[in-house]
């Protein structure tokens, strides 16, 4: 067993401009976690700059499997160190460590077994894009229709998951857009599942892999496998 | 109808080449082990019915009146497209199946080479 029971999982894809900030965040906000990055066969220097940030875990993946196949990898690594919890904070810089503390506070409080950060709640945070705002309202209603659960932002991969949910997830994890189909499976297993409002930054550096042309490709791959996900009832 | 008589002849007869050639060359692939046994069966169980309908016109007549077809060779190729698009699924499949095996292996790797660094550091810490 390490020295800490939170694992922090950091998947980067070509960040090397963002990721030491993330980690020295993450490292300063929870000083009791391990920082478990996931180099995603990045092609830039995100590798050499997780390391240079200082007492970090690097996996570098020797090929490109998309963020599904990287953060499945932490929860394996959470799994076999016998982590009790794990919190997803992506490398790009927009979801705050700082607020890694809300979603600890409301697990504890509401005894979910994984805690969603939504930027839809409460807070004020930076506005996304229309086509991104309408997606997640469309999810927002199917949500509602399939499982009863209203969920304001079903695409934030801003999350903290419990013992039971990395075991479950660290067995079977979505590969591409996991984040919504996700919500289904944990449902599925009869996991529970909350939210809270966190504060999130656009990003500094670097694109959106979801562009305008991609969102219904987007858009219907995840519909595909949220309905797939609802009709399966093992796997 | 002579000209309909030797056109269903000649398809016959470009079947029966064209099975024998797919068997062959399958049965070459899987000898030389560059074709897994189990590929190897559907393209022999395709082969095999190409064969088969060519061979036996009767079969091929009977079979297009079956499904509605006049012309019997179009029958026959639309069997030939069924029988490429058993073949894809099957392709697709097994890309799945390979595509997760080698997303669990690449996982295995990227943290079995974190604990090898992981052990070399306590390594050379110990022996310094």
Known sequence: ?235 | MIASASSIDRIHLIGVVFSVLILLTVFLMVRARVMKEKYGLVWFFIGGFILVMSLERELMDTFAGLIGVEYAPSAFFAMLIACAYLLLLNMSVSISHLKSQNKALAQELGLTRLRVEELEQRISRLER
Request: glycine share 8%; hydrophobic share 40%.
């Open chain 1, 1 to 235: 067993m390490r020295k800490g029971r939170i694992l922090i999982v950091i998947p980067a894809f070509n960040e090397q401009q963002n990721i030491m900030q993330v980690i020295r965040d993450a490292q300063d906000s929870i000083p009791n976690g391990d920082v478990l990055v996931i180099n995603d066969c990045s092609v830039d220097n995100t590798s050499l700059r997780a390391r240079q940030a200082g007492d970090v875990r690097v996996v570098d993946l020797p090929c490109n499997l998309g963020i599904g196949g990287a953060v499945q990898t932490g929860f394996k690594y959470a799994r076999e160190q016998g982590y009790h919890c794990m919190v997803q904070v992506d490398g790009d810089g927009q979801h705050i460590p700082a607020e890694i503390d809300k979603l600890m506070q409301t697990m504890e409080q509401s005894d979910c077994d994984m805690v969603i950060g939504s930027r839809f709640l409460d807070v004020d945070s930076f506005r996304t894009s229309w086509a991104r705002r309408m997606g997640i309202k469309v999810f927002y209603y199917l949500f509602r229709m399939l499982i009863g659960m209203r969920v304001t932002d079903s695409t934030s991969g801003f999350r903290l998951y419990n013992r039971r949910s990395i075991e479950l997830l660290a067995r079977y994890y979505p590969d591409d857009y996991p984040e919504p189909d996700a919500i289904i499976m944990l449902k599925k297993h009869g996991l529970r599942i909350c939210e809270v409002g966190v504060a999130m930054r656009a990003r500094e550096h670097g694109a959106s892999s979801i562009t305008p042309i991609k969102s219904p490709y987007y858009m219907a791959k995840v519909m595909l496998s949220i309905f797939f996900s609802y009709t399966r009832t093992r796997w």
